[in-house]
């Protein structure tokens, strides 16, 4: 296992007390100590009194609340950078807003290169579609310029950069007036980042990376691979991360392994493992995602990036390599095959090694009550986003419109994962949605159709707990002695047991349930501010003036 994380000074024993500390060893905890880089001890505030006098520092807590610090298991760092830092869409409300950013920025930034932008999202336009070639040309003054869509699998652009990439017109995906998708898309998306400076693309990560910190993410999993970056800024981002203070990285390389040697070159590459957005299909919002059935508004079942056999290939030597294997797999009979190509190479070399080595899975919209039992079976983890359906679930969203509504609320089916014991990691896929791990709670909690939510605690596990044990590591994501001192401090309100149904769950809101609260995420509720964020017991964030 590869874990970037920065070189530390010489390790304070630290006291923490007077707040409230999220822990399953004393869910009446208000004090812990930190001692070499892990959790010492987690109590009352009477007992702290025995500690006070052997520490090399005492935190005043004032009523704040330490929690695990979030996982985020997906992210796409250097490109969550390049949108902190550049053109940003996803406020725009209609196609002429859209545009005018473009002028404005390509105004604003007169020096050569290609702009990059981030975000727009024509479903949520009145005008229901992109903008036009003639029309971005125009805006952009004839720069070349790659704007994604919020998804990142179609993107539109201008000529200009068009002109970058011989070829381009003859590649699959290619359309003379409308957004590029697959290999044309890919073209030119490694045309766009191949104009970003080895400078811009460090200080790209390094505002990522500091944003997380400042969310209170102490762990990120980079989802790279070929067909998203390069290896340059994969292993440049583990180097930076290796270098200085900051959240760790564990990262992916989304490349597909036929023996030994291809896992010995995604171990080289300093991966944990061959999987993240390895592509077995694409994406709803842009119709490529596939389908066992055609779309509402299109004419087909999307797009196959990989089928069963091939699936199994990679899972049976990544397995037999030692290697965590994964794929990016949204549409049901992407997942379908899936769960087929898995359960090949677990007839091939046994369940229990299939299991042991936790493979796992992004996305896992669609999913069926047969695929969700697949997942259990195989020991499959969901890496889900659950900003997706706060996004884009909903009877008018853009799920509904592209599957219709009954299709629609059968995506994103928490409560149904965990009642059959599979594994949930949680994440943004940023920059398709923001880093936001409290939201990420809520919208979880507050799903859009209310038989798939599921209880604040369970998702807050999922976002701290659940994105260690993602990468095989079952030490940390909970603050018990002998785990890592990776922690967030909050400012919050009154800290409360929220469950989806009280009917079913009234027994844990007592308080002689011994459940540690948590803060109110109800819909409107104000969500708690990052005052420190703390990894392997080094400061890694502090909110300025507090």
């Known amino acids: 296992m590869t874990e970037s994380t920065a070189p530390q000074s010489e390790h304070r024993t630290v006291l923490l007390r007077g707040g409230d500390v999220h822990s399953p060893a004393d869910p009446f905890a208000t004090a812990m100590v930190v001692e070499r880089g892990h959790v010492a001890w987690v109590g009352s505030e009477g007992a702290a009194d025995a500690f006070a006098g052997g520490v090399d520092e005492v935190i005043d807590l004032e009523g704040a609340l330490v929690t695990p610090a979030f996982t985020d298991s997906h992210v796409h760092t250097t ?48 005008e229901q579609r992109p903008p036009s070639r003639r029309e971005l040309d125009e805006a952009a003054g004839g720069r070349a310029v790659y704007l994604p869509r919020v998804d990142v699998h179609s993107a539109v652009v201008t000529t200009a950069l068009l002109d970058l990439v011989p070829g381009v017109t003859q590649l699959s995906g290619y359309h003379p007036d409308a957004p590029l998708t697959g290999e044309a898309h890919h073209a030119v998306r490694s045309a766009a980042h191949g104009a970003v400076t080895p400078r811009q693309r460090a200080a790209a990560q390094r505002a990522a990376l500091a ?3 400042s969310l209170g993410i102490g762990t990120v999993h980079e ?22 203070p900051g959240p760790r990285v564990f990262g992916y390389w989304a490349e597909p392994v036929e023996d030994a040697e291809g896992a010995r070159r995604i171990r080289e590459l300093g991966a944990l493992g061959a999987a993240g957005d390895l592509f077995v299909d694409g994406s709803l919002g842009s119709h490529t995602a596939l389908l066992h059935e055609p779309y509402a508004d299109a004419p087909h079942t999307g797009s196959a990036r990989l089928d069963a056999a091939r699936i199994a290939a990679h899972v049976t030597a990544c397995t037999e390599a030692g290697l965590q294997a994964g794929f990016h797999a949204i549409g049901d009979a992407a997942v379908s095959a899936v769960v087929a190509g898995v359960r090949t190479a677990a007839e091939s070399l046994g369940l229990a090694r299939i299991r042991a080595a936790r493979h ?39 799920y509904a419109r592209r599957l219709g509504a009954e299709r629609a609320a059968t995506l ?4 149904a994962l965990l009642r059959a014991g599979v594994p949930l990691a949680f994440g943004s896929d940023s920059p398709v949605t923001p880093l936001d791990p409290w939201g990420t709670v809520r919208a979880a909690a507050h799903h859009r159709t209310p038989e798939h939510r599921v209880s604040v605690r ?28 990776d922690y967030a401090v909050w400012r919050s309100g009154e800290l409360l047991v929220q469950t989806p149904d009280d009917r079913v769950a009234r027994w844990s ?8 609260g948590l803060p109110d995420l109800s819909p409107g509720a104000e969500l708690p501010v990052c005052l420190r964020t703390v990894v392997f017991g080094q400061t890694v964030y502090a909110r300025p003036n507090e």
């Not at 490109?79 to 859209?98: C, F, H, I, K, Q």
């Not at 809101?509 to 540690?516: I, L």
């Open 211 to 213: 944003h997380a910190a």
């Open 360 to 398: 796992r899975v992004e996305h896992a919209e669609m999913l069926t009550p047969e695929t969700v039992a697949g997942f259990a079976e195989l020991g499959l983890t969901a890496s889900v986003q659950p900003a997706f359906d706060a996004a884009w679930g909903g009877l008018d969203g853009m």
């Open 223 to 244: 989802c790279a691979g070929p067909e998203i970056s390069d290896e340059e800024d994969f292993t440049g981002l583990l180097e930076l991360a290796s270098e200085q």
């Open 509 to 516: 809101t007592d308080p002689r349930s011994g459940t540690p």
């Open 458 to 485: 369970a998702g807050f596990a999922a976002h701290t707990r659940g994105g260690w044990r993602a990468v095989g590591r079952d030490d940390g994501g909970v603050l018990v002695p002998g785990a890592p001192a």
């Open 412 to 415: 994103n089916p928490y409560a």
């Open 79 to 126: 490109s969550t950078g390049l949108a902190l830092t550049g053109l940003d869409l996803s406020g725009a409300r209609t196609l002429a807003e859209a545009l005018g950013l473009v002028r404005a920025f390509a105004d604003g930034h007169a020096e050569g290169g290609v702009i990059l932008g981030h975000g727009w999202d024509a479903a949520r336009w009145p």
